[in-house]
């Protein structure tokens, strides 16, 4: 009866499970498929920026003017030598540190839906847990990104700066850089990667205060400190965590004219469902959707008013991380 059903009778030895023969061949099948899927994004992404190159930088002229340096960047990315030799700084500073040996333990960013509070309201952080100096160092701003951030804060210009997240500290070098910043707070959970960032920063600053502590635990201390023109949340990197220090540091802020910018608003869907929350909040008199980025300008205009480049430059992917809802 087990035959004719299809049931192979459990004494003949043979195992249903694949060899790995198959599982090589499905591994590779499975490698091609995603290969041939990221080539189309990256070419879909070229073909919009040369189909819809000119209407972005219409987008860069809705932009205060502080910011429209930072558009022109994200529409054509060409540094200027200055940038150049910034860059390549901050990438000597990443081989430095990934060559190191030995590991640097810090907080992980806790899976999407599991942000929890503590009964002071403060946030729970990741599981903290060991990592190699390298992969630390990989995380870091690449210079795309470390350009837009220095754009930026020379663009406002930024006078005081705060920074989520300091991690080895090489975005931190990007902010800092700006002619007008006097001060650059940037806190990091992590006591190892603090001492990291405090010798990466000293190599292009003598403004920067890093701060070693739980972010909600040191934004407590910048309560009775003067008020910031720039703030780059960049660490805990889930939704409903990246709201939670969006109003905690927005009484820290100029109410003014001050940014806050978003990073890794494309990380997962869930970082992004979190992104249009905060367009939505209607918090900022202007919000930007750069892509992987996003801005927030606090000011008396009416509030609401948003500028989003994706719709001609696309977003790019959004991979489904674990833990994502839907």
């Not at 040996?101 to 002071?120: A, C, E, V, Y």
């Amino acid at each position: 009866m087990e035959e004719e059903l299809g049931i192979q009778p459990a004494d003949s030895g043979r195992s249903t499970r694949p060899g790995p023969g198959k599982v090589n061949a499905t591994v590779r099948t499975s490698l091609q498929h995603r290969a041939l899927h990221y080539g189309r994004v990256r070419t879909e992404r070229v073909v919009r920026r040369v189909v819809y190159g000119r209407r972005a930088r219409g987008l860069v002229s809705a932009l205060p003017s502080g910011l429209q340096s930072a558009g022109n960047w994200v529409v054509k990315p060409v540094p200027t030598p200055a940038e150049r030799d910034l860059a390549a700084r901050v990438e000597h500073r990443r081989d430095q540190i990934a060559r190191a040996t030995g590991t640097i333990s810090s907080f992980h960013s806790p899976m999407p839906g599991s942000f929890q509070r503590t009964l002071d309201g403060h946030a729970l952080p990741g599981p903290y847990l060991p990592g190699r100096a390298g992969a630390h160092a990989a995380t870091g701003s690449k210079p795309s990104k470390g350009i837009l951030l220095n754009r930026i804060s020379i663009g406002l210009p930024a006078i005081r700066i705060l920074e989520l997240g300091a991690n080895t500290g090489l975005s931190g070098a990007y902010l800092s850089a700006s002619p007008s910043c006097e001060t650059l707070v940037t806190i990091e959970g992590s006591h190892e990667l603090a001492l990291v960032a405090s010798e990466t920063l000293a190599h292009f600053t003598t403004k920067a205060d890093v701060r070693a502590g739980l972010f909600d635990d040191v934004l407590d201390d910048l309560a009775d400190e003067p008020p910031f023109d720039l703030v780059f949340i960049d660490g805990q990197h889930e939704g409903a965590a990246t709201e939670h220090y969006f109003q905690r540091v927005l009484p820290l802020m100029n109410e003014v004219g001050a940014v806050l910018v978003f990073d890794d608003i494309s990380w997962s869907r869930d970082m992004l469902r979190a992104w249009f929350r905060i367009v939505e909040s209607k918090a900022f008199a202007l919000t930007v959707d750069l892509g992987r980025v996003g801005v927030g300008v606090l000011g008396s205009l009416d509030s609401g008013n948003h500028v989003d480049f994706t719709r001609f430059l696309g977003r790019g992917y959004v991979p489904a991380r674990i833990g994502d809802i839907g």
